[in-house]
């Protein structure tokens, strides 16, 4: 059947600026990261794409290595693009990075001009696009100067692959540098994505301040600490789970247990009296800043994006609110 979008599909969606841009980006992205790889349903990666667009999320975010295999999920999207996206090409947002490993040798990761460069050109490739919409450095090179990692981005904006570059999990201090080279070449940064969750709030201490006064945009990825902030397992972690295998391992720096589930626990109680889910309410908590453009949600099905842009009938906290989740956290 061929897609038409919703014509209520900009009815409900909040719309933030990107730091002091003139982009405007939904408040939940869907990023493609898992259920989007070649060993995944293509239709039920297209009933996503299509739910999202339907819902107004205007901005999919992917990465070259994105799977598995690495680069299959650009080639779903690429496909679903051509058959569905392609006639909304122009009310869409579409992202790409670079930055891990990609193919084998001295030059197929990290921050080269040459590494970024070609990312780039086989990114746009199996998508199918013309240019992308925004750019990333995926991470911060140890090896390469900054300054030839920023002038590969820059680069990439003036022949065209882009419109707007990002950087990721960038340090306040490397972002700053960052910032302020991109600026000196004329392409300035438009957004930073960090990972933040009410687990992992790195980005409070001095990243937030650094991006609000150079005046860049943040999308945060894994705000429900890849589902641990979700009512998933707040009766018991089952046997056999995603989180039950990782309890006695580290992910991302955290530690999935039924210490943290606890608190997962005691932080529902205030999603119910808030009339939200514990997602829910763990989105909305994100937002609450606002150098925080945008929340990146995975999805395994659509009922989980319809489920996270409710997050939005409820963004406002009350003080009480606040710090009665302030002292969940810290017990």
Known sequence: ??????????????????????????AISLGIWYNFGGIDSLENARNMLRTAFDLGITHIDIGNNYGPPPGSAESTLGRIYKEDLKPYRDELVISDKAGY????GPYGEWGSRKYLIA?????????????????????????????ETMGALDYIVRSGRALYVGISSYSPEQTKEAAAILKDLGTPCLIHQPRYNMFDRWIEDGLLDVLDEEGIGSICFSPLDQGILTNKYIKEIPEGSRAKKLENSFHWGDKVSEERIEKVRKLNEIAKARGQNMAQLALAWVLRHDTVTSALIGASKPSQIEDAVKALDHLEFSEDELQAIEDILAE
């Open 1 to 26: 059947m061929v897609y038409s979008a919703k014509e209520s599909r900009y009815d409900k969606m909040i719309y933030r600026r990107t730091g002091r841009s003139g982009l405007l980006l939904p």
């Open 101 to 104: 490993v990609m193919w084998p």
């Open 119 to 147: 990312s780039c050109d086989q990114s746009l490739k199996r998508t199918g696009l013309e240019y992308f919409d925004i750019f990333y450095s995926h991470r911060p090179d140890p090896e390469t100067p900054m300054e």
